[in-house]
């Protein structure tokens, strides 16, 4: 069970860290990467700034070494828990999952922004605002009837809710298009990841509990996601705190499959435009999906899809995931601005990506650099380029 | 340290750029190396540029501040473990790489790793030929400072003997520049040997206690794209040693040269033959791993002929397996990360050369040592230069037992000595061989002299060359 860390295999797992340093800023190009931790190239770079001085502070927290206190805590959340470290690191443990654990571990480390994220989302189901009904303002706009309850459930969490509803809005268009009945919930739970990612276990847990209980009562078989986060959180920890849900399935996964099977026709959006595609940490990295979106995006007539320096399992972060959005939401701009002159470098036009946490923190990132970039989700490019099937 | 002196530094470096916090000072308090006791600074900078460097090294001579430089963080021998009260330069901001093409060099700063010069020189068909096994995090003043060896040493040698020239701050803050590049009208960097004694060779190996290196000027070679591996065996050591000699004695252009013992070799295969994807063979009692590079086929084609009938005249007889050197030379940009994570240990390693035809006294050490205080480890090494062998023996411990640890400390410090009586040189003077060095008292007063000339102070790193 997530809920239940063992102390003496979490410091052991820390002390496989042999300090070799490859997880600050290795250029390794026969394997893609192009330097590691987005936090080291975004900060002061410090030893604390990467994963290697991180697993020292940990350990000296946890031994008695260092004072509990948010200060000395801080390069615990300064963390975008991205996983390329973990992904370069030769060694047999997972460093970004432990220092997740040590978060969970030191959650009596006092840290406002984390709990004050928790309070919010236990209380109004959505870290973002009181009024939890916001979540579902957009189904007004999209000139439809949306049902509350089906087989088909679109769960369409907090940040494309309240944040970026076009997101939805694409969705359920792209859906009713592909003429599949679906539903969307009246009260809209949060999925909690924001607690896990932060050490909020204990919240995490009675809230995924209360999650599975109206997802079950809403009678739904199939759930669609639309964001990397809740879908990392919803297949692979709920899990592991032994909750269970029907199954779960990423729109890319789904929509791929619908446009592979003709349902769809998507006509050009112009001659020559040039895209890249981002891939959030938490749908390609931590679960895999690096060709579903790509071959959505190729779908689309006359489109051009050109990889930015470092892509799919070596891609560097948004900086928005781990809580660091929240905790230092100026190095998380910063980290989405580093990102944005990457697809900068290559000349195109917008980036693609599959997640709303990275789409509005890369708009962030190319508001502070000036950059007129657009940052699009994947469903938002689907949607433009859709003509209903036979009016072509 | 005293505010007032903080407050100086960051004039300096600017106030993002200087730490006094508790949690930032422990992550630098250690290093890649194992088994040495941590030490906490007073003070972290990360200078920008090598005035800046200059700056912050006339404070610390004017205050007396103990100074650590610090690359990649990667070293092995306790290089980088600060001073009690002292002040660590972090250098990894010096990023700049300056292309020589015409010259056939490349002056790259402080900050730039192996792996990042390796990705910028492919796209001009160019390479430094030498990476060690940290290539993804050392950096190459780093490893200047270390004179380290790695892949590619078996023709090109240690890192000093590609290298053409440095920029270092001393202790009082001058800035010299040694090679060709002294003459400010030069063109780059084209000859080391240039203005009388080799400045530069002072520095290389110096281990940051004579001033801190800011620059380095490197000989950039073609690349590589025809290479050959294979696999030679005997059953007698002096063979297998000739067989090394040999090699260079014909001038095969093997950049990956190594001699592995048979359980040695069984172990090392235990490890990470799977991963490697080396098939399962009965192995001889000493087997060579070799890759030979060219950049024309031609040459390659003439080396591997040479390199089979030379083994087969010294009774030998190739073996074939190509699976083991292909992959011990595609891995070469992180062999220090791999090696270190595949055995689950932790562990200390005792760097030393010995030439080809001396390889069986050091494995002989080993194994004594090894048997004598119970301790387990491996061991490994490679060719590294016209008629050296690189050694790096690894003693394992179990981080979590304070008794395995004292026990591979006490082995490892009589392996230092056992080693020195075989008549190895470390190639670094690391603070342990001090105990272990006889019958060199005037060699070490004279270095001792150099040190007090160039840093009065003695705020260089100080004990860390030699106990200097």
Redesign the interface.
């Known amino acids: 069970m997530i809920t239940e860390i063992d102390l003496d295999e979490l410091v052991e797992n820390l002390m496989q860290c042999r300090r070799c340093g490859i997880c600050r800023n290795a250029v390794f190009e026969e394997r893609g990467f192009d330097g590691v931790c987005p936090v080291w190239r975004n900060s002061s770079g410090f030893e604390t700034s990467f994963m290697r001085g991180r697993i020292q502070v940990a350990l000296a927290l946890l031994e008695g070494v260092l004072e509990k206190t948010p200060e000395n805590a801080e390069a615990l959340y300064t963390c975008t828990l991205c996983g390329n470290c973990t992904e370069i690191c030769a060694a047999e443990f997972d460093p970004a999952e432990c220092l997740e654990k040590v978060r969970a571990v030191l959650n009596d480390i006092p840290n406002d922004v984390r709990d004050s994220i928790a309070e919010m989302i236990m209380q109004y189901d959505n870290p973002y605002e009181e009024n939890s009904q916001l979540k579902r303002n957009w189904v007004e706009e999209v000139g439809f009837e949306i049902t509350s309850t089906g087989e088909v459930l679109y769960y369409v969490g907090c940040t494309a809710g309240i944040r970026l509803p076009n997101i939805a809005k694409s969705t359920v268009k792209i859906l009713k298009a592909a003429d599949i009945d679906f539903a969307v919930l009246e009260h809209e739970p949060c999925c909690g990841s924001v607690m896990l990612r932060t050490g909020r276990i204990e919240n995490a847990l009675t809230n995924a509990k209360r999650f599975a209980d109206i997802i079950q009562k809403s009678g739904a078989k199939r759930i669609i996601i639309t964001c990397a986060g809740c879908l990392k959180t919803l297949t692979e920890d709920y899990p592991k705190m032994g909750v269970e849900l029907p199954e779960v399935i990423h729109i890319t996964e789904f929509l791929r499959d619908i446009i592979e099977s003709k349902k769809l026709k998507l006509k050009s959006l112009g001659k020559g435009i040039k895209v890249t595609y981002h891939d959030p940490c938490h749908l390609s990295r931590a679960l895999g999906f690096y060709d579903e979106p790509r071959e959505i995006i190729k779908a689309i007539p006359d489109i051009k899809l050109v990889e930015m320096e470092t892509n799919r399992v070596t891609a560097m972060c948004c900086g928005a995931g781990g809580g660091l959005r929240s905790y230092d939401s100026e190095l998380s701009k910063k980290i989405a601005a580093d990102r944005v002159k990457s697809a900068v470098a290559i000349d195109v036009e917008m980036i693609v990506t599959a997640c709303p946490f990275c789409e509005h923190n890369l708009t962030a990132g190319a508001d502070i650099i000036d950059q007129s970039m657009r940052v699009v989700d994947v469903v938002d490019l689907v949607a433009e380029s859709l003509t209903l099937k036979g009016n072509g | 340290m005293d505010k007032k002196i903080v407050t100086e530094l960051s004039k300096v470096v600017g106030k993002?750029?200087i730490?006094t916090?508790?949690?930032?000072l422990?992550?630098?308090?250690?290093?890649?190396s194992?088994s040495y006791e941590n030490v906490i600074p007073d003070a972290?900078v990360?200078p920008g540029t090598t005035e800046e460097v200059s700056r912050v090294l006339k404070i610390a001579n004017k205050y007396k501040i103990p100074v650590t430089p610090r690359c990649?963080?990667?070293s092995l021998q306790g290089e980088v473990i600060p001073h009690s009260n002292s002040l660590v330069i972090?250098l990894?901001?010096l990023e700049d790489i300056v292309l020589y093409k015409d010259l056939r060099s490349v002056t790259v700063g402080a900050g730039v790793?192996f792996?990042?010069l390796?990705?910028y020189l492919?796209k001009h068909d160019l390479w430094i030929p030498f990476y060690p096994g940290?290539a993804?995090?050392a950096t190459l003043a780093g490893n200047v400072a270390v004179n380290g060896a790695g892949f590619g040493s078996g023709v090109y040698g240690c890192i000093a003997e590609l290298v053409m020239g440095l920029e270092v701050v001393l202790p009082d803050g001058t800035i010299i520049q040694t090679g060709s590049e002294a003459n400010p009208n030069s063109p780059g960097p084209f000859l080391r040997y240039a203005f009388g004694p080799d400045l530069t060779g002072l520095f290389i190996g110096s281990l940051g206690s004579f001033g801190i290196i800011t620059k380095v000027s490197i000989k950039t070679h073609k690349r590589m794209r025809h290479i050959d591996y294979n696999t030679y065996g005997f059953n007698e050591v002096e063979k297998a040693e000739r067989f090394l000699l040999k090699l260079k004695e014909n001038d095969i252009n093997a950049v990956w040269v190594a001699l592995y013992e048979g359980r040695v070799l069984e172990f090392f295969l235990e490890m990470v033959g799977e991963e490697y994807g080396v098939p399962q063979h009965d192995w001889p009692t000493f087997t060579v791993s070799v890759a030979i590079g060219h950049v024309r086929k031609d040459q390659l084609q003439s080396d591997m002929k040479m390199a089979g009938s030379i083994c087969e005249q010294l009774g030998g007889y190739v073996i074939g397996v190509k699976e083991l050197p292909k992959a011990e030379w595609?891995d070469r940009?992180?062999e220090?990360?791999?090696s270190?994570?595949v055995h689950?240990w932790?562990w200390r390693i005792l760097y030393h050369h010995q030439p080809p035809i001396s390889w069986h006294k050091s494995m002989d050490a080993i194994w004594s040592v090894m048997d004598e205080y119970g301790v387990l480890g491996h061991t490994a090494g490679f060719l590294s230069g016209h008629g050296s062998y690189n050694w790096y023996p690894q003693i394992y411990f179990d981080?979590?037992d304070k008794n395995e640890e004292e026990r591979v400390k006490e082995a490892h410090r009589e392996l230092a000595r056992r080693l020195f009586k075989t008549g190895a040189v470390p190639f670094k003077l690391a603070e342990y061989w001090k105990d272990a060095i006889e019958g060199m008292d005037d060699y070490m007063a004279f270095l001792k002299l150099i040190k007090k000339t160039i840093d009065p102070n003695n705020i260089m790193n100080p004990g860390v060359l030699g106990g200097i």
């Not at chain 2, 422990?26 to 890649?32: E, G, P, Q, R, V």
């Open positions: 993002e750029y730490s916090k508790k949690d930032v422990i992550a630098y308090s250690t290093s890649a194992m972290v990360r990649g963080g990667s972090e990894m901001r790793t792996g990042k390796d990705k492919n940290s993804l995090a595609e940009m992180r220090l990360a791999r270190s994570y689950g932790h981080p979590q």
